[in-house]
Every structure is written in structure tokens, then in C-alpha cells.
């Protein structure tokens, strides 16, 4: 499983609180609500949980980058969130 190698790798280093293991759980639930809401287009409370599952993770992904840039970086080009503009 994905998710246990990735928790492997994390509680080697961190507690499971850290953001960036919340932001992972928070990317495993946005992808499996969204291959959901792809079958129920009209599931109206899950398009709700995933928005503010979207908002959490937004909130907790600028945390990072204010407080690691370096580790915000890692992580995002890890779980393939977005792609890092290059100046």
C-alpha cells in the first residue's frame, strides 16, 4: 500500500501529527472523494467534504511553505499536487 510506505517514511522522521503527513491524508481522501464524485455527480455533501478538505489542505500547504520552503518543495513534487513554477 502507498499509504503505509508513505507513513513509514514519515514516522521515521516525524510524529504522524506533522503537516506533512496530514497533508498526505488529506491527498489520499481528495483522490479517493474525487474518483467518487466522478461516478455521483450528484452527491452534494461529498462535494462539500471536498471542499473543505480542499481548504484544509491549502491552509496547512501555505503553512509549510512559510515555515520550510525546502521540505513545502519535496512533498509537493512527491504527491504530484501542482506543478512548481521555475523562474
Same mark, same amino acid.
Do not use: C, P, V, W
Given at each position: 500500500?502507498?499509504?503505509?510506505?508513505?507513513?513509514?517514511?514519515?514516522?521515521?522522521?516525524?510524529?504522524?501529527?506533522?503537516?506533512?503527513? @496530514?497533508?498526505?491524508?488529506?491527498?489520499?481522501?481528495?483522490?479517493?472523494?474525487?474518483?467518487?464524485?466522478?461516478?455521483?455527480?450528484?452527491?452534494?455533501?461529498?462535494?462539500?467534504?471536498?471542499? #473543505?478538505?480542499?481548504?484544509?489542505? @491549502?491552509?496547512?500547504?501555505?503553512?509549510?511553505? #512559510? #515555515?520550510?520552503?525546502?521540505?513545502?518543495?519535496?512533498?509537493?513534487?512527491?504527491?504530484?499536487?501542482?506543478?512548481?513554477?521555475?523562474?
Amino acid at each position: 500500500m502507498i499509504k503505509n510506505s508513505f507513513i513509514s517514511l514519515i514516522s521515521e522522521k516525524e510524529n504522524k501529527g506533522s503537516a506533512e503527513f @496530514q497533508i498526505f491524508n488529506f491527498t489520499t481522501k481528495i483522490r479517493k472523494l474525487t474518483s467518487h464524485l466522478e461516478l455521483h455527480k450528484k452527491d452534494y455533501s461529498s462535494q462539500r467534504g471536498l471542499r #473543505k478538505i480542499l481548504g484544509k489542505r @491549502q491552509r496547512l500547504l501555505s503553512y509549510l511553505a #512559510k #515555515k520550510n520552503g525546502g521540505r513545502y518543495k519535496e512533498l509537493i513534487n512527491e504527491l504530484a499536487i501542482r506543478e512548481i513554477k521555475t523562474r
